[in-house]
């Protein structure tokens, strides 16, 4: 049966912010409001109850957004990094323009017999 004993010490997660959401991995917090979004969806708190956890949910999809967007900005970042050694290797290989590169194919077709 869910939790409905209102808004007694102790008796279920405290509304406002979470000092160590900071410390949450994507996965725990992830996690955490799979929890939050059971229990509002099974229903039976109180309206305080229910309140403080939808709160603490939007903490968590802050947490997450986060963290998703450290990780995006580490792979672009990466994947640029990386493109930008691919071009400067190019550059090195393929030498100047006007010379054969491996982009080109030698003419063949003129045979100086």
């Keep these: 049966m869910a939790e409905t004993s209102g808004s007694a010490p102790g008796s279920g997660p405290e509304p406002g912010p979470n000092p160590d959401l900071d410390s949450l991995t994507f996965e725990d917090a992830f996690t955490r409001l799979s929890e939050m979004a059971s229990s509002l969806e099974d229903g039976g708190l109180t309206l305080a109850d ?64």
């Design 50 to 113: 229910a309140t403080a956890r939808y709160e603490q949910g939007m903490s968590l999809v802050r947490r997450c957004n986060q963290l998703l967007e450290q990780a995006e900005l580490k792979i672009t970042t990466l994947k640029d990094s990386y493109n930008e050694s691919l071009d400067a290797r190019e550059e090195v290989v393929l030498g100047q323009p006007g010379q054969l590169g491996l982009g080109e194919e030698p003419d063949l077709d003129s045979s100086e017999e």
